[in-house]
């Protein structure tokens, strides 16, 4: 079992930056790739950005590709994600996600593939 947490949401005006943090803990996550989701109400939850348990590879929705940063510290069993020049189509709930990968190299996109999920940050960017 993989227990995430989200941190880091909170109001910013357009333009603005924030920085989310994801904390996992429980079984290792050494061997997890991790992604990024939203959803705002009355939509389907959508990809934002996934990474390899290396780090090495990593995959971004059009709508934030360059906008966006995923990181991750598997020492200390953290991902984060750092959001510039946000708008407010940005405004959504931001869950961080985990996907079993015993190839230590791959991402996924597809909200089926992961596994375990965090409860939520709420962002919001304000006109």
């Known amino acids: 079992q993989v227990h995430l947490v989200e941190s880091g949401g909170g109001l910013v005006q357009a333009g603005g930056s924030l920085r989310l943090s994801c904390a996992a803990s429980?079984?290792?996550?050494?061997?997890?790739?991790m992604g990024w989701f939203r959803q705002v109400p009355g939509k389907e939850r959508e990809f934002v950005v996934a990474?390899?348990?290396?780090?090495?590879?990593?995959y971004y929705a059009d709508s934030v590709k360059g906008r966006f940063t995923i990181s991750r510290d598997n020492a200390n069993n953290t991902v984060s994600l750092q959001m510039n020049a946000l708008t407010p189509e940005d405004t959504a709930v931001y869950y961080c996600?985990?996907?079993?990968?015993?190839?230590?190299?791959?991402?996924?996109?597809?909200?089926?593939?992961?596994?375990?999920w965090g409860q939520g940050t709420q962002v919001a960017v304000a006109s």
């Open positions: 990474i390899s348990w290396s780090g090495g590879s990593t």
């Open positions: 429980g079984r290792t996550v050494s061997t997890y790739s």
């Open positions: 996600a985990a996907a079993l990968d015993y190839s230590r190299s791959r991402y996924y996109y597809r909200l089926n593939d992961y596994e375990y």
